[in-house]
C-alpha cells in the first residue's frame, strides 16, 4: 500500500554534495521506519542510514558516518539523504526501504517496501 519513490541521484565530482529524496505515497509515512541502502555491481546491498518512525532515531554506516545525513519530514511524505564529501566508492544505486514500526527504532531489516533505486555517480 506505500510507494516509494527515489530522486536526486546523479553525476557528482568527488567531493560534491547530492540530496536524495524518498517520496511516499498511498499510507501515512510517520507508521514506518526509513532505511537508505545501497548496491553497487558486484558488492551485497548494504544499508546506509535509517530514520526512525518520529525522526528520534537515526543511524549511519561507518562508511558514511560524518558524511551523510537522514532527515525526515512526515507531513511531506519525504525523507531525505544529505550526502556530502561523495567520494568515488559511493556509487551505487541508492534504495530507500520502508519498514512498518510502532516504536521509535530504525532497521535494515524486515523491510516492507522498497523504492526502484536512484543511480548515485561519483566521478571526475
Known amino acids: 500500500q506505500l510507494q516509494l519513490v527515489e530522486s536526486g541521484g546523479g553525476l557528482v565530482q568527488p567531493g560534491g554534495s547530492l540530496r536524495l529524496s524518498c517520496a511516499a505515497s498511498g499510507w501515512t509515512l510517520d507508521e514506518y521506519a526509513i532505511a537508505w541502502f545501497r548496491q553497487a555491481p558486484g558488492k551485497e546491498r548494504e544499508g546506509v542510514s535509517c530514520i526512525s518512525t518520529s525522526g528520534g532515531t537515526t543511524n549511519y554506516a561507518d562508511f558514511v558516518k560524518g558524511r551523510f545525513t537522514i532527515t525526515r519530514d512526515n507531513a511531506k511524505n519525504t525523507v531525505y539523504l544529505q550526502m556530502n564529501s561523495l567520494k568515488p566508492e559511493d556509487t551505487d544505486v541508492y534504495y530507500c526501504?520502508?519498514?512498518?514500526?510502532?516504536?521509535?527504532?530504525?532497521?535494515?531489516?524486515?523491510?516492507?517496501?522498497w523504492g526502484k533505486g536512484t543511480l548515485v555517480t561519483v566521478s571526475a
Open positions: 526501504a520502508a519498514s512498518r514500526r510502532f516504536d521509535d527504532n530504525c532497521y535494515y531489516f524486515d523491510m516492507d517496501y
